[in-house]
């Protein structure tokens, strides 16, 4: 991350969901936005109170704190009247939410509990529809504003165990689109990020992250993205350099989603698989 700003966000006023520690990667964003210059409310469903550490991200940026369910139509009402109070109109929104219900409680994807399952597309997927909605319905978004979320490949491709996110993903990547083309008749400007697989609390719980975490290091030319890396993207998608840049789902991966297969990667699989075959 950058250590001194370049006053990207000097002029802009906004709200980013879903930090809770300092793991999250809207954490890292929250303090790249700060140092750039923004201002920005924080925002986070009530149960952060007790799991996570928001309270000394909202004092390290001089951030209010406002606490909102992201799947309740009444919370977030109360959140962008708060906002219109606070700013006036916001000039971004940052959504970083994401929770697969089956995969915390370990149910396979060929067994899932669709209660779970309609819960975790309504908290990873639904939740920026709801958001976007309320921001333009109280009219608290300002015209050519920018709207980012954060994405994964597993939208796209087929990765066994993350399951259930897979679909969410791929959702929230369509919500992008289907925004897009409304709000750029106010030049307001909607993106996804799809980020490499990142040490978070979430990612923490998909069995099997370390796993897709080092096979992303190895087959990626410049390594995995980290949490900071992916905050200064995101700020040059809040700023006015990005202005033209709208419904799409931009891969901040290290060339990940680029990539066949390593010279590492053969080696690897020789390694292991080649020694079998020899022995064999």
């Not at 929230?172 to 897009?180: A, D």
């Not at 409304?182 to 998909?206: E, H, V, Y």
């Amino acid at each position: 991350m950058q250590q001194n700003g370049h006053g990207l966000l000097s002029d802009k006023k906004g709200v980013i969901f879903g930090a809770l520690n300092d793991q999250s990667i809207a954490w890292a964003i929250a303090e790249a936005a700060h140092r750039e210059g923004a201002q920005f409310a924080l925002s986070n469903a009530p149960v952060a109170r007790r799991l996570g550490s928001v309270d000394q991200l909202a004092e390290q940026c001089s951030s209010p704190l406002i606490w909102a369910d992201a799947t309740s139509d009444d919370d977030l009402q109360k959140l962008f009247d708060e906002l219109k109070e606070t700013y006036g109109t916001i000039d971004f929104i940052v959504h970083a939410i994401g929770m697969g219900v089956n995969v915390r409680k370990d149910r396979p994807y060929e067994d899932l509990n669709y209660d779970w399952y309609l819960k975790t597309l309504n908290i990873s997927a639904v939740s920026l529809h709801r958001i976007v909605h309320h921001a333009i319905a109280s009219e608290a978004m300002a015209d050519n504003g920018s709207v980012v979320t954060i994405s994964y490949i597993g939208a796209q491709r087929i990765f066994s165990k993350y399951s259930e996110m897979g679909d969410a993903k791929a959702l929230l990547e369509s919500i992008v689109r289907s925004w897009g083309y409304r709000l750029g008749k106010r030049g307001i400007r909607i993106n996804a990020i799809s980020q490499s697989p990142t040490k978070t609390t979430a990612g923490s719980g998909i069995s099997g992250f370390d796993a897709m975490y080092d096979f992303a290091e190895q087959l990626s030319p410049l390594g995995n993205a980290d949490a900071a890396s992916c905050a200064d993207y995101t700020v040059s998608l809040l700023s006015d350099f990005t202005r033209a840049v709208t419904m799409q789902t931009l891969f901040h991966d290290g060339g990940f989603s680029s990539m066949g297969i390593s010279d590492g990667l053969v080696e690897a699989m020789h390694d292991v698989w080649g020694k079998n075959s020899d022995e064999g």
